[in-house]
């Protein structure tokens, strides 16, 4: 491991923290704002997480890693839906169990 992968390490250990922080521990201001920022924060972690097992060739020898790393790419949609406050077809603003499954575009 190098500097680099160290410094790599260190980020994401410190976007879960501010993700989980973001969603507990601000208990003041716009909570919506601050739980889609949090939720956006960890998802970004793990994705850079999924590079850096990448870069150090750990997917070769543990393949299922994949599967918990690539699929977080699929959340990113309908959080930035529901970061702009819009509805979709029939009214409802936010996330729904939906829109997580499937990342579907809803038509307006």
Same mark, same amino acid.
């Given at each position: 491991?190098n &500097?680099i992968?160290t410094i790599i390490? =260190?980020? =994401?250990v410190?976007g879960i923290? +501010?993700? /989980?922080?973001?969603?507990f ?7 919506r ?5 949090? /939720?956006l924060?960890i ?8 590079m850096?097992?990448?870069s150090? *060739?750990?997917y070769s020898?543990y393949?299922?890693l ?6 977080l &790419? /699929? ?5 930035r839906r529901?970061?702009r406050g +819009?509805?979709d077809? &029939?009214g409802?603003a936010?996330i729904?169990?939906? *829109? =997580?499954?499937c990342?579907?575009?809803?038509i307006?």
């Amino acid at each position: 491991m190098n &500097l680099i992968s160290t410094i790599i390490i =260190i980020g =994401i250990v410190n976007g879960i923290l +501010e993700g /989980f922080a973001l969603l507990f521990l601000v208990l003041r201001g716009n909570r919506r704002a601050n739980r889609i920022l949090g /939720f956006l924060v960890i998802i970004m972690a793990f994705c850079i997480a999924g590079m850096l097992f990448m870069s150090i *060739d750990a997917y070769s020898s543990y393949p299922h890693l994949i599967l918990i790393t690539q699929p977080l &790419l /699929f959340l990113f949609g309908p959080l930035r839906r529901a970061k702009r406050g +819009e509805r979709d077809r &029939l009214g409802r603003a936010g996330i729904t169990t939906q *829109d =997580i499954m499937c990342n579907c575009r809803l038509i307006k």
